[in-house]
């Protein structure tokens, strides 16, 4: 049976967990965010929310769970009042 490295589930074109080091938050400004379409590592497609920062070189796919952190923290569920937001990220273990 092959197996498969965790590693080679993520998107090294897009900021994850395996991009922060532990302990070491990224503290981001939200460029836009809007949906593509992704290819994933197994070369599946699939339309996303993605969030552009002004101050990094990589945009992050966001989950439900990231979207609705970001609308709380926020106070707005429209993604085109999130511009110019500050933004905190960084990894929990679960």
Not at 13 to 35: C, F, H, M, P
Not at 37 to 49: L, R, S, T
Request: charged share 30%.
């Amino acid at each position: 049976m092959t197996k498969t490295h965790w590693k080679k589930l993520s998107n090294p074109n897009y900021l994850g967990a395996y991009s922060i080091e532990d302990g070491k938050d990224l503290v981001l400004t939200i460029k836009n965010v809007r949906q593509e379409e992704v290819m994933g590592a197994d070369g599946k497609k699939e339309d996303c929310i993605v969030c552009y920062f002004s101050d990094a070189d990589k945009p992050m796919i966001l989950n439900a769970t990231n979207a609705k952190s970001i609308q709380k923290l926020l106070g707005t569920p429209y993604i085109e009042e999130w511009s110019g937001h500050k933004i905190q990220i960084g990894t929990e273990k679960v």
